[in-house]
């Protein structure tokens, strides 16, 4: 199942009155910017773990068939390290759109690795959205991405390649590392 939260997001405008703002990507909007920014930063959000517990029903999947592709839940003993892009808001109508399945702004603060702390804003979908699929063990969860395309293109490329983007910043993420292993078809 799956909701549209285009017109959520419209509505609350966060950051309407600023003439630039900090986005932070965690998911494909690390290795897959498809939109105009002014720079970009590696960054890191503290007390939030990047989880494939999303549906996707629309990019990575199919509503038959629906792929997991990634969230943040809050876990206030972790952080999650992305890409920060400094955007103009006209940004927005196409990013609102992109992550229409169930993604929702929010404000918060974002330490960019250059030891600069800035307010900024992330897509992230909560656990009361249509297309949450939530937690299950690794094995599942890989099976299912494993299974599962959309008109993105495969569920198992979007988890390579924000693998290897995570490898290039040198940052190991369990969660990540962990379906990784399982889609390369060893567990070690
Ligand atoms: C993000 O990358 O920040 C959001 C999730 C996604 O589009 O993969």
Redesign the pocket.
Known sequence: MSIDTTAINREANLFADHDEVWL???????YKADFAFLERRPARLHGWSRRFWQGSHDHRGTPARPGR???LVADATSSCL?MAYRITPDVFTHLDH??KNG?LRHALTLDLLDGNEVEGL??VAREDNAAWLGPDDDDAIAMQIANAVGPSGSNRD?VLALADALHALGEQDAHVSSLERRLRGTRA
Do not use: D, N, P
């Open positions: 932070f990507g965690y998911g494909s909007l690390i592709v990634a969230t992305g992109r992550e993604y992330v897509y979007y």
